[in-house]
């Protein structure tokens, strides 16, 4: 389940206003990129890949937190009932379906690190996950080059790992074989 547009959007509003940050700009943009790339694929419903894209770094909202933004938005979106939120707020940040290749800080406990374990080899992922895998990797607070964004992520924390670079390189192609165009004519205003 899923909330509305508008009910997303509050959640959002409601999760900057605990956290105030750049992030709730990324994602709008992650939002806008996923929304469009679904209504050019045809067979992907742009309304529920917008919400997705928008809610998917909601875990944020709890604080300034590296790994515990996922387990937070996973747990929140859970209690709230929106169980295909939670599942895109785990899975976002997995394009290789290993908690080991996380980039940044592992700021939860080795028993919340062994639930998310768990939960990410459980999971086999749908087009709503890659979709907005290949969104969080567009998005910066507006659209970005892909390469360029995961540049900068290894410039602010030290290390991107070479398998999950060229897994969202894979999964722009998917999408732009899919689209019949360029990722970027679709996603850029």
């Known amino acids: 389940m899923i909330p509305t547009r508008e009910v997303a959007e509050e959640l959002l509003r409601d999760g900057e206003a605990c956290n105030p ?6 994602s709008r943009t992650a939002a806008m990129c996923a929304e469009r790339i679904a209504a050019a694929c045809g067979d992907i419903n742009p309304e529920k890949a917008y919400v997705l894209g928008l809610l998917h770094d909601i875990g944020r909202k709890f604080g ?11 747990h929140y979106m859970n209690r709230l009932g929106y169980d295909e939120v939670a599942r ?27 639930e998310l374990r768990i939960l990410l080899g459980k999971m086999v992922y749908d087009e709503y996950d890659l979709l907005i895998q290949v969104c969080d990797s567009l998005a910066g ?4 080059d892909m390469e360029e964004r995961m540049a900068d992520v290894r410039r602010r924390y030290g290390a991107y790992p070479q398998d999950k670079w060229d897994r969202n390189l894979e999964l722009k192609k998917y999408f732009e074989e899919k689209m019949r165009q360029d990722i970027y004519k679709v996603v850029r205003p």
Do not use: N, P
Request: proline share 0%; hydrophobic share 30%; net charge negative.
């Open 88 to 114: 895109i707020c785990l899975s976002h940040s997995f394009s290789v379906q290993r908690l080991e290749d996380y980039i940044g800080k592992w700021d939860i406990t080795k028993e919340q690190q062994e």
């Open 64 to 74: 300034v937190r590296h790994m515990g933004h996922i387990y937070d938005g996973y």
């Open 141 to 144: 607070t507006e659209v970005m």
């Open 21 to 26: 940050g750049a992030w709730g700009e990324h």
